[in-house]
């Protein structure tokens, strides 16, 4: 990746590797990112990233419920029909309200990955087949008609700028939602306000019929096949392919191909190309075109994107929302579909602008956070991973592996205690070997589906996850799907605060217990971006998991799927030692540890969550020697003899030792720093 990143410092990690060739921690292994110098210590190895829809998430401001017309007959009044996928009502001012209650900080969310904001199509299209249609509204933020404008239907740009800002107060980071391959559909009503393309006679009485909406009645009002001229009034044949009259066919292979139907921006064409003419009529008609116009010259200008091509025009355009509003992030929406190039011309421009952003802004909350701009893109079916998206501007990569299948089976979640201490270990391992690599790990999306199966355990499982990982909205609260003939929307109910606050389908305690676990997450930065090391228990599973790098260091231990209101005894092995007070998060219980072990009940949900009382202490190495690791004040054969017995499992290190065993100082204690304490002590080196 060629971002530039902050030097690390080396100092000891504790990490559990599979093989045989290295000792159950390991020194100076490196996250993803290190941890800012502001006060602050957040790091993306640790985000809770929290996704909701905005239309779907909270209402705070009904009069802009029906922006653009949006649901109205022709006489202006709210028509009666299926509002399964059509506005809601959900808004910036409505989700401000939730931050500023502090919902996110009490489930431990440090991240906030809010749906497209921009200005989408105003009409609809049809979802469904012809038999069981309703209107498709843009609610999700897919189908942008405008990126320079925000979508009224979300709220206002002082409400745009109150949400960023009240996240950043409570310490959350903003990811927004883009798209780079496509714009929304052509729709009758869009046709109809901007004049492009060609509409039959009597296209009203389809449109507003909303009580037998009809693709094959909605469709047969639009002449796809002729009116070339009409038709490049909409974005025009140098901007996408359409396969319609005046426009290139869609092409093969996910660069060039439709997705669902929708027209493809050719994101990797070179050469300048005009503005759409949609975009001219409407800024025309609004009256910024000149300076809209003169901004977006100065836009290409001050990030040196050269040609005006498809590519930079939409890179411009989302840079300059970055740079006016100190966004943190994006999710990027059909990554496999967009060109390698075109990605890391957006993280290059847009890592730019939040520097200027916080360079212009500098007694602003945010302004003094040193992390770089983060993406994380979505390749449907990436699993953990590193490949070419991580070079192209991608900081981590959305991870299926957990998820439902693309029409909602398969949502099992998280694995069972026989194989969950595995994937633990695998996933610490992969992150921390490559300071490149993150992944964001899920169980439910609008997308494939929600994961439903024993949200206490999948609770636990997903948040005590190393990496980044996402909660969908309601996960928390077992908020269920809404019937609808397309999976996709059954996916988008409306937040269920009524079940929360009456505790209906025990919402309320899934809530309790999900802010318990993501609370100790966040509290914890060795719960993402420590080490792994697996840990006997008398019941269910337990792990321990470390952290020390640039002057921080964190050690937890947890117990997972343990069964109900049972008393758990924990072998420590090297994560507390004999004499240190815990105590169980999860309870507020608190013991000491004993013989090297340590023991809690489970509670009602099989969920331990033990810290250092007072907080972690890092091992004080005194004087030793490096390699001196039984501690006799001699560097000799019994150092690389007990070096050899610890990899061979026969001989176990406590984390002083283990600081001193990585002779070599490559971050892992194995054979090799026996074999150089044995040459040095032959005076070989």
């Not at 925000?150 to 960023?164: C, H, R, S, V, Y």
């Not at 669902?260 to 990797?268: A, S």
């Not at 002779?663 to 194995?670: A, I, L, R, T």
């Amino acid at each position: 990746m060629s971002k530039l990143r902050r030097a690390l410092c080396l100092v000891i990690t504790f990490i559990m590797v599979m093989s045989m060739g290295a000792v159950a921690f390991t020194a100076n292994a490196e996250s993803n990112n290190a941890l800012p110098t502001s006060a602050s210590d957040f790091t993306w190895d640790n985000a809770t990233v929290y996704f909701l829809l905005t239309d779907r998430f909270a209402n705070g401001n009904e009069a802009n419920d029906h922006s653009y017309n949006r649901g109205l007959d022709q006489n202006g009044n709210v028509a009666d029909y299926n509002t399964v996928a059509s506005f809601q009502g959900g808004d910036f001012k409505g989700l401000t309200e939730k931050i500023n209650e502090g919902y996110f900080n009490d489930l431990g969310v440090n991240a906030i990955w809010v749906s497209g904001w921009y200005e989408q199509q105003h009409g609809y299209s049809v979802g469904g087949d012809g038999k069981n249609s309703f209107p498709h509204y843009a609610y999700h933020g897919y189908y942008a008609l405008d990126f320079t404008e925000l979508d009224q239907n979300f709220g206002t740009e002082e409400e745009f700028k109150a949400m960023i800002d009240a996240a950043h107060a409570k310490g959350i980071r903003v990811v927004m939602d883009v798209v780079m391959n496509h714009p929304g559909y052509n729709n009758i009503y869009d046709m109809n306000e901007y004049g492009y393309g060609v509409l039959k006679e009597g296209w009203e009485d389809v449109y507003y019929n909303y009580s037998a909406v009809n693709q094959t009645n909605y469709h047969g009002k639009i002449d796809y096949n002729t009116g070339a001229d009409q038709w490049l009034n909409w974005w025009g044949k140098d901007w996408m392919r359409a396969g319609i009259a005046g426009y290139d066919n869609n092409g093969v292979g996910p660069l060039q191909e439709s997705v669902t139907y929708l027209p493809d921006f050719k994101t990797e064409a070179e050469g300048a190309v005009e503005l759409p003419q949609i975009l001219v009529t409407k800024w025309t008609r609004e009256g910024t075109l000149e300076e809209k116009t003169a901004e977006l010259d100065a836009t290409f200008e001050k990030y040196s994107l050269g040609e005006k091509t498809v590519r930079n025009h939409i890179v411009a355009w989302y840079a300059q929302w970055v740079e006016e509003y100190g966004i943190d992030g994006f999710r990027c929406d059909t990554a496999k579909h967009v060109d390698l190039d075109s990605w890391k011309a957006l993280d290059e421009a847009c890592t730019k602008a939040l520097e200027n952003w916080r360079t212009a802004n500098p007694d602003a909350i945010g302004a003094d956070w040193d992390e770089e701009f983060w993406m994380t893109g979505e390749h449907f079916g990436q699993n953990l991973i590193m490949n070419d998206y991580y070079d192209s501007g991608f900081d981590s990569m959305i991870n299926f592996a957990f998820s439902p299948n693309a029409s909602g089976g398969a949502d099992n979640g998280m694995l069972k205690a026989s194989n969950i201490n595995k994937t633990y270990q695998t996933y610490a391992d992969t992150i921390n070997k490559d300071e490149d690599f993150n992944a964001l790990t899920y169980i439910s999306s609008h997308d494939t589906g929600l994961c439903r199966k024993d949200l206490y355990y999948q609770a636990s499982a997903l948040l005590l996850l190393p990496g980044g990982v996402q909660i969908f909205y309601g996960d928390e609260s077992n908020r269920q799907y809404v019937e609808c003939t397309i999976h996709d929307h059954e996916n988008r109910s409306f937040m269920n605060w009524a079940d929360v606050d009456t505790n209906a389908n025990e919402s309320a305690d899934y809530l309790v217990h999900w802010q318990t676990v993501g609370k100790f997450r966040n509290s914890h930065v060795a719960v993402g971006a420590g080490s792994h090391k697996m840990l006997e228990a008398t019941n269910g599973t337990a792990f321990a998991r470390i952290y020390d790098k640039n002057d921080v260091y964190d050690k937890v231990v947890c117990v997972i799927d343990a069964d109900a209101n049972t008393d758990v005894a924990i072998t420590m092995s090297g994560a507390f030692s004999n004499g240190t007070e815990v105590e169980n998060v999860y309870t507020g219980e608190k013991a000491t540890v004993e013989g090297g072990k340590v023991t809690f009940n489970s509670g009602k949900n099989g969920t331990i969550l033990i810290e250092q009382v007072g907080g972690a202490v890092r091992p004080d190495t005194g004087d030793f020697e490096l390699g001196d690791v039984n501690m006799d004040g001699k560097l000799n054969i019994k150092d690389a003899t007990a070096i050899q017995k610890n990899t061979a499992k026969m001989l176990e290190f406590d984390d002083i030792q283990t600081l001193l065993a990585d002779f070599n100082e490559d971050g892992k204690v194995n054979v090799k720093d026996a074999t150089q304490i044995q040459k040095v002590i032959a005076g070989l080196i």
